[in-house]
């Protein structure tokens, strides 16, 4: 299985819903990543779980919440977000986030959630 | 400091023609690594290559071939006889050794191959 998978494929909001963006995978894949990508652009990283702990946070604002229940799974909760963060939301998995000769570091990404915040 | 750069904002071959993706990238690690994503519209980053800096042989999958240039930090992609299919954003990156866990993308090359 070399699937990561993402609900809602879709999903619209408004400013003062609360709502969660989830993402699994079963490749026993240790990190796991959430990005955001606006249109025409490349995917911006926010977010770094490795081991299930947060190693890295792009300095993304605190309406986004990231959380890793266990290495299966890595959800992101949004609270009241503004139109701007209208996006599509990536999640991918890597085997780990460190390199070495052994190490594959590839990251596999999931379909995304297209996000619209009215 | 990591950059990588595709000059080629927008590309359109007709069908069954052959084209290059060029990636040029900079960095001041000795070991790193070099991936191609492919975007379709649909939306998923597809995963197509990784090539480790200390491994200059090219590879060649189906269609698919890559030139790894290390004196010029050139990592190309070429799509040989084309298919509709191909239409995509394609994305070069990279990513560093040790001690960073970011992956740096280019800004992306869109494909679109005219049946």
């Known amino acids: ?118 | 400091a990591q950059k990588v750069t595709q000059a080629q904002t927008e590309i359109s071959v007709v069908e069954k023609e052959d084209v290059t993706l060029d990636c040029v990238y900079e960095t001041r690690d000795t070991t790193y690594y070099l991936f191609w994503y492919k975007q379709p519209p649909s939306g998923e980053l597809v995963f197509l290559i990784r090539r480790n800096s200390f491994d200059e042989q090219n590879e060649i999958s189906g269609r698919y071939s890559w030139n790894f240039q290390k004196s010029t930090s050139s990592f190309n992609f070429t799509i040989t006889a084309s298919q509709v299919v191909d239409s995509a954003v394609y994305f070069c990156a990279l990513k560093a050794n040790f001690g960073n866990e970011k992956l740096t993308f280019g800004t992306g090359t869109r494909l679109t191959i005219i049946p």
Not at chain 1, 14 to 24: A, I, V, Y
Not at chain 1, 54 to 77: A, G, K, M, T
Not at chain 1, 87 to 113: I, K, V
């Open chain 1, 1 to 118: 299985d070399t699937e990561v998978t993402q609900t809602p494929k879709h999903l619209v909001m408004g400013m003062t819903n609360k709502k969660s963006l989830k993402c699994e995978q079963h490749m026993g894949h240790r990190a796991m990543y959430w990005y955001k990508q606006k249109a025409k652009k490349p995917p911006e990283l926010m977010f770094v779980y490795s081991y299930e702990k947060l190693s890295i946070n792009e300095s993304v604002p605190s309406r986004f919440s990231p959380e890793c229940p266990n290495s299966s799974l890595l959800n992101l909760h949004l609270h009241a977000l503004q139109p701007e963060d209208s996006a599509l939301y990536l999640c991918a998995s890597s085997r780990s986030t460190s390199g070495g000769s052994r190490s594959y570091n590839e990251q596999f990404f999931g379909p995304g959630t297209r996000l619209t915040v009215l």
